[in-house]
C-alpha cells in the first residue's frame, strides 16, 4: 500500500493506492463532483504498476474556504493512520458536511502537542 500527497490546481489531495486488492481511494476536501478522470496521477499510477483499480471517491469532510486543503489532507491522513488502514476495502471515509475553521485550530494544537511531546 502506498499514498501520495496532490498537488494539482493549487489544491492538495490524498490518494491511497492498495495494489494487492487493485483498489484505489481518492480523498479530496473539495470534491464538487469530481471523478478519478479528474486526477492525472491517477492514470499515470496505473500505467506505471500495469494495473486497473477499483476508485472509490472518499465521502469525506469538505472544507470552506480555498486555502485549508493542507489541514485537510493531514486531517484525513491522522484518520487514516488511525483507524482505517488496517481494513482499507472495508472501512473508507463516511462523513458529510464541512470541517469548521475551529476544528482545524483544533487540530493543528492536537498534532503540535504530540509531536512535541515526542521531539523534547
Not at 493506492?17 to 496521477?41: A, H, M, R, W
Not at 469538505?62 to 493512520?81: A, D, P
Amino acid at each position: 500500500m502506498f499514498y501520495n500527497f496532490y498537488f494539482c490546481s493549487k489544491h492538495w489531495s490524498l490518494i491511497i493506492v492498495c495494489p494487492d486488492f487493485k483498489f484505489g481511494n481518492i480523498v479530496d476536501s473539495i470534491n464538487e463532483g469530481k471523478t478519478q478522470k479528474n486526477y492525472k496521477l491517477v492514470k499515470i499510477t496505473e500505467e506505471v504498476v500495469e494495473i486497473n483499480f477499483k476508485w472509490h471517491m472518499a465521502q469525506c469532510k469538505q472544507q470552506k474556504g480555498s486555502c485549508e486543503c493542507g489541514y485537510m489532507v493531514i486531517k484525513h491522513m491522522k484518520e487514516f493512520i488511525d483507524s482505517i488502514q488496517h481494513d482499507l476495502v472495508n472501512r473508507l471515509w463516511n462523513e458529510e458536511g464541512y470541517f469548521e475553521e475551529s476544528q482545524i485550530e483544533n487540530l493543528v494544537v492536537d498534532l503540535m502537542s504530540g509531536f512535541i511531546k515526542k521531539m523534547f
